[in-house]
């Protein structure tokens, strides 16, 4: 089965700093570029960024540039998301998703999807 | 920078069709998405490349273009289809995706 298994939930401090987990199966890992995707508690869809995990290609949205880093690391066909510095603005559910895995007719589509990690920053 | 523009709510009888649009001047050059997010859940991709339909979508969701603007339509809503809806795409580039801010399909 085809899928992206996101780690847990996550309750920190303002100034502390965090790495999520975006783990892929069933398919081939290096092949599929992964994005990440922000849902603040109410709210839309916002894009964050992408990694292309077989060259870690990756591009930025601006409005996320310089606030996030994306990683990937393939010989354990995992995505990572991560803060130096987390602020509570940060609270929200954080999606990975992956760019046609299912079919390559759904190039551009983000058709797999994961679970979801809720991060929550509190002092 | 690059926004999808998508009315904030949309509202149908049940057996009524709903449209919901997606705006933006890259449209005519950039594919078109279309998400479900049902509460507590992941969204679920129903249409990509404007206007097909993914294995295992309901032909009543079918998706069109049309200049600067696509539309998801629903045809004979159902009680089930009351959800959020996103658009996605990329900016004119290609190296940029975004999401439009959504649209609460509410079924009456």
């Known amino acids: 089965e085809v899928q992206l298994v996101q780690s847990g939930a996550e309750v920190k401090k303002p100034g502390e700093s965090l790495k999520i987990s975006c783990k892929g199966s069933g398919y081939s890992f290096t092949s599929y570029w992964i994005g990440w995707v922000r849902q603040m508690p109410g709210k839309g869809l916002e894009w964050m960024g992408i990694i292309y995990p077989g060259d870690s290609d990756t591009r930025y949205s601006p409005s996320f540039q310089g606030q996030v880093t994306i990683s990937a690391d393939k010989s354990i066909s995992t995505a990572y998301l991560q803060w130096s510095s987390l602020k509570a603005s940060d609270t929200a559910m954080y999606y990975c998703?992956?760019?046609?895995?299912?079919?390559?007719?759904?190039?551009?589509?983000?058709?797999?999807w994961g679970q979801g990690t809720m991060v929550t920053v509190s002092s | 920078s690059y926004e999808l523009t998508q009315p904030p709510s949309v509202s149908v009888s049940p057996g009524q069709t709903a449209r919901i649009t997606c705006s933006a001047d890259?449209?005519?050059?950039?594919?078109a998405y279309w998400y479900q997010q049902k509460p507590g859940q992941a969204p679920v991709l129903v249409i990509y490349k404007d206007s097909e339909r993914p294995s295992g979508i309901p032909e009543r969701f079918s998706g069109s273009s049309s200049g600067t603007t696509v539309t998801l339509t629903i045809s004979g809503v159902q009680a089930e289809d009351e959800a959020d809806y996103y658009c996605q795409s990329a900016d004119s580039s290609g190296t940029s995706w975004v999401f439009g801010g959504g649209t609460k399909l509410t079924v009456l």
């Open positions: 890259a449209l005519p050059k950039q594919y």
């Open positions: 998703a992956g760019q046609g895995i299912r079919d390559l007719r759904f190039v551009g589509a983000f058709d797999i």
